[in-house]
């Protein structure tokens, strides 16, 4: 199954992947960065499965993203 990675660290909070996605992606409100909704951290990586239908929009929001912190895996 495809997975969504997410290197939040590296987030600069521009909400690209929330504005194409916002059934994956929100902005925390704590320190502006992006979360990865139902996302599993280790070490400071964020992991979500991705079901076969949505597969298309996250490419979209990796492609949108301009630091590239969003990767796919799997595809």
């Given at each position: 199954?495809?997975?969504?990675i997410?290197?939040?660290?590296?987030?600069?909070?521009?909400?690209?992947?929330?504005?194409?996605?916002?059934?994956?992606?929100?902005?925390?409100?704590?320190?502006?960065?992006?979360?990865?909704?139902?996302?599993?951290?280790?070490?400071?990586?964020?992991?979500?499965?991705?079901?076969?239908?949505?597969?298309?929009?996250?490419?979209?929001?990796?492609?949108?993203?301009?630091?590239?912190?969003?990767?796919?895996?799997?595809?």
């Amino acid at each position: 199954m495809p997975k969504l990675i997410h290197y939040r660290e590296r987030c600069i909070g521009c909400n690209a992947c929330v504005e194409i996605d916002y059934d994956h992606w929100r902005m925390s409100r704590k320190d502006g960065k992006a979360v990865l909704i139902g996302g599993i951290e280790k070490k400071g990586v964020f992991q979500l499965d991705v079901r076969p239908e949505d597969i298309e929009t996250c490419k979209q929001v990796v492609k949108a993203c301009p630091v590239r912190v969003i990767k796919l895996e799997g595809k």
